[in-house]
Structures are given as C-alpha cells and as structure tokens.
C-alpha cells in the first residue's frame, strides 16, 4: 500500500467538521492522525454511524498496516500470496523454533513468525520477528518471496 497523506485520509473521514474528535476540523484530524497523535477511535461518528462503514474498514485497513511498520517495517500482502512457505523455510526464527521448518513441513508450534494456513501464509508472532529487535537488516523472508506478498519498508532505528 502506498504511502498515504493527509488529504487523502481526510476523504475517508466523515468530513461533517463536528469536533468530537477533539479538532478544529476533519482535516486537522486526518493530520493528527496520520502522525499517530490521534486513534480512529476518537472519530466516534465512523464507528457509531452505518453510512460510513466502508470508509471506516478502509481506514483500520490503512492503519493496521501502519502500526505494523512503524516497528518492524514488515507489511504483508495476503492478496499477493500463493501460500509457498518460502518465507516459513528461511525465517531464521522459524527455523530456530522448529526443526521441522528447515524439512519444510512447517510447524504446528507457537513462537513463530510465519505459518501457512488454508493455502496462505499468515504472520502469527510478529514480536518474534529480528526485525522487531536490533537486527533491521534481516530481509530474509522478502528476499524469498516470489510474488511479493513479503514488503519491508524503511522504519527508523
């Protein structure tokens, strides 16, 4: 997903100015927001009116992927995977948490980055993930990937 900017978060806010979130304005809103000093939980009128359900999935859609990032750095397209396990088989985690991965029959055990469930890969722990700690370099599992479903993107630290 592309990087997003204020205004184009503000077209999926209500955009009706009423202030409950605290700001002046929606705009002002879509600001704070995106710069993480406000929760699409203060916008009470996209949680509490059903004409903006769409525009609110929309939103916790853009905002998952961003609180993944801003740590890991780590953004994963399910849309984009044909369920391999490539990513499973060089996870340097995944592979210390089972022997079985390195045989690339997967595993069943908790404590791992990736596994492949209903014929995609889902990420399970990502606080496991070396990315999550000192090691930012880690790109094994983009490297890897062969559809691009598997996206690292520049975090600081």
């Known amino acids: 997903m592309p990087a997003m ?7 999926l806010l209500p955009q009706t100015n009423c202030g409950k979130c605290g700001e002046a304005n929606c705009m002002a809103y879509a600001v704070q927001l995106l710069s993480g000093k406000k929760k699409l939980e203060d916008c009470t009128p996209l949680f509490q009116e059903p004409k903006y359900a769409d525009k609110l999935k929309q939103l ?10 801003k740590e890991t750095g780590l953004v994963f397209h ?8 490539n990513c499973v088989m060089v996870c340097p985690e995944d592979v ?3 022997h079985l991965i390195a045989g690339g029959k997967g595993s069943r055990v ?3 980055v990736f596994r ?8 399970i722990d990502l606080t496991k993930c070396r990315r999550m700690g000192t090691q930012k370099t880690c790109r094994v599992c983009e490297m890897y990937c062969g559809t691009g479903a598997i996206e690292i993107r520049s975090v600081g630290g």
């Open 5 to 11: 900017n204020a205004f184009q978060i503000y077209k």
């Open 60 to 69: 916790q859609e853009i905002f998952t992927v961003t609180d993944e990032v």
């Open 78 to 85: 399910e849309d984009k995977c044909t369920g391999c396990g």
């Open 96 to 98: 210390a948490a089972s």
């Open 110 to 112: 908790e404590g791992v």
């Open 116 to 123: 492949v469930e209903n014929g995609k890969a889902k990420i």
